[in-house]
């Protein structure tokens, strides 16, 4: 089983969509967890991160943790063309001498808005 | 804002050749990681610096070195290149605090082996 798995999708929405993005994992050393968004032809820039189980909310975009069910999710509002991108998640861990963390990334899924 | 500057967006190179790519970061971070991305594969972590002159194997190491000499800059190194290095390389620096993945990425620098 891969540590962390991720819908490559692609995921097709109309403008004004609620749009849901998930992933699992399968490390319970986890233990913060991240969104970033990558548009095309650019690199990945960090949207949200969380720490702890529960919801975070920022504007359109809300980050949710279940760490019981080792699932995270997120949720655009109102989602606009220009939320077309691959959107990924991130999750740390400290590595083997607890020293730092090690960064581990799901291969990202493909949003497209329509207007 | 931070920058992480890749120096070549294209490049083609024949099976064989050397290939440097470069990275320079203006923010001071201790921390900077060379990664490839490709499609269905996701990003695969190539080797990361947590220091001048140091350097870790990260997954996929395999054909590839590194090189930090000063702090704001850090070098992938392909030594004899091969079609399955072809490839979109995507550099990223970090301050790194407490567990949370804030890396900065580059641009990425496509790279194609004929």
């Known amino acids: 089983q891969k540590e962390v798995e991720q819908d490559p999708g692609p995921l097709s929405v109309p403008e004004g969509a609620i749009v849901s993005l998930n992933c699992t994992y399968s490390n319970s050393a986890f233990q913060y967890f991240m969104w970033y968004r990558q548009y095309s032809r650019k690199g990945p820039e960090l949207l949200m991160y969380?720490?702890?189980?529960g919801n975070k909310e920022d504007g359109r975009f809300t980050a949710q943790v279940d760490k019981s069910s080792k699932y995270i999710s997120l949720f655009i509002r109102d989602s606009q063309p220009s939320d077309s991108a691959t959107y990924l998640c991130?999750?740390?861990?400290?590595?083997?001498?607890?020293?730092?963390?090690?960064?581990?990334f799901g291969k990202g899924t493909l949003l497209t808005v329509n207007p | 804002d931070v920058k992480v500057t890749q120096s070549s967006r294209y490049l083609v190179k024949r099976t064989g050749e050397k290939v440097f790519l470069e990275c320079v970061q203006d923010m001071d971070h201790e921390n900077m990681f060379w990664y490839r991305q490709d499609p269905g594969l996701g990003l695969r972590l190539i080797y990361f610096?947590?220091?001048?002159?140091?350097?870790e194997k990260g997954d996929i190491p395999e054909g590839y070195s590194v090189s930090r000499e000063k702090k704001e800059r850090f070098s992938l190194i392909l030594e004899s290149a091969s079609t399955n290095q072809t490839s979109m390389y995507l550099c990223?620096?970090?301050?790194?605090?407490?567990?949370?993945?804030?890396?900065?990425f580059g641009e990425g620098s496509r790279l194609t082996v004929l």
């Open positions: 991130a999750m740390s861990a400290p590595n083997s001498g607890g020293s730092n963390y090690k960064l581990t």
């Open positions: 969380t720490y702890s189980s």
């Open positions: 610096s947590y220091d001048v002159k140091m350097k």
């Open positions: 990223a620096s970090s301050f790194w605090t407490g567990g949370i993945g804030e890396l900065f």
